[in-house]
């Protein structure tokens, strides 16, 4: 059996975003959206930001993709606007031994993250991550027919596995997100959710999105492997295969 191809998800699946990145996130992108969405100079009321974000997030996948096709922003603004930080480095938190996890796995891996280039960039080189990734797409990088379609676009996916040649059942996603692991399996992909960083109280609000992420106690039918972090995926290759 050939070696898989390993997409790895970034924030909260290599490092802990929820401890400082995502509420700078979230602070950076309720800004931006109030002053798109409000009116004569004025910006919009908190309410009306989160009452966009919600609807957007469930609406497209993304907010991103709301405030595109509804307030005709830049995708390339509102990334740049969300991921400004003061000191990025100083925020980054994450588990020791992950170079040598990544070594441990056989296969090529890629990076598969709906954050900016830039930034992800700088994060993966902070963690010295970057040598051991074949290929780095983010999100400015996933379009298919000329439109933006992040995950958990099953269109991008599909769009991955042709341009790198591999079979579905034998590409590995490894995510915290629930949502992009479902996509994957509806592809014939297998799927490792990655939990550690996530709110274990459903008022905790530590998603990008500034929405409350979902209670985990089962794993759902379209996860194949659910582990605590990453580095428990050696032990469990066993239960990707």
């Given at each position: 059996?050939?070696?898989?191809?390993?997409?790895?998800?970034l924030d909260n699946t290599l490092?802990?975003?929820s401890h400082a990145i995502f509420p700078a996130i979230n602070t950076n992108m309720n800004a931006y959206m109030a002053r798109v969405l409000g009116k004569e100079g004025v910006d919009a009321d908190p309410d009306v930001v989160n009452a966009a974000r919600l609807a957007y997030w469930k609406?497209?996948?993304a907010t991103l993709l709301g405030m595109i096709k509804h307030h005709q922003v830049r995708?390339?603004?509102f990334l740049r606007e969300a991921h400004t930080f003061e000191e990025l480095t100083a925020m980054i938190r994450a588990e020791?031994?992950?170079?040598?996890?990544?070594?441990?796995?056989?296969?090529?891996?890629?990076?598969?993250?709906?954050?900016?280039r830039g930034y992800s960039r700088e994060v993966v080189r902070h963690l010295g991550l970057h040598r051991h990734f074949a290929g780095h797409i983010a999100i400015e990088s996933m379009r298919v027919h000329r439109q933006l379609r992040p995950k958990p676009s099953r269109l991008l996916l599909h769009k991955l596995l042709a341009r790198e040649g591999v079979a579905a059942h034998n590409?590995?996603?490894?995510?915290?997100?629930?949502?992009?692991?479902?996509?994957?399996?509806?592809l014939g992909m297998r799927t490792a959710w990655i939990t550690q960083y996530l709110a274990s109280k459903p008022n905790l609000q530590q998603r990008a999105d500034n929405l409350p992420s979902p209670k985990f106690t089962k794993r759902p039918v379209y996860v194949d492997v659910k582990v605590k972090s990453v580095r428990k995926l050696p032990a469990n290759l066993h239960r990707l295969r």
């Open positions: 059996m050939p070696h898989p191809v390993w997409l790895f998800d490092h802990n975003a609406r497209y996948g995708a390339e603004d020791r031994g992950l170079a040598r996890l990544l070594k441990r796995l056989p296969g090529r891996k890629i990076l598969l993250t709906n954050a900016p590409c590995i996603l490894v995510e915290d997100t629930l949502d992009n692991l479902k996509a994957a399996k509806t």
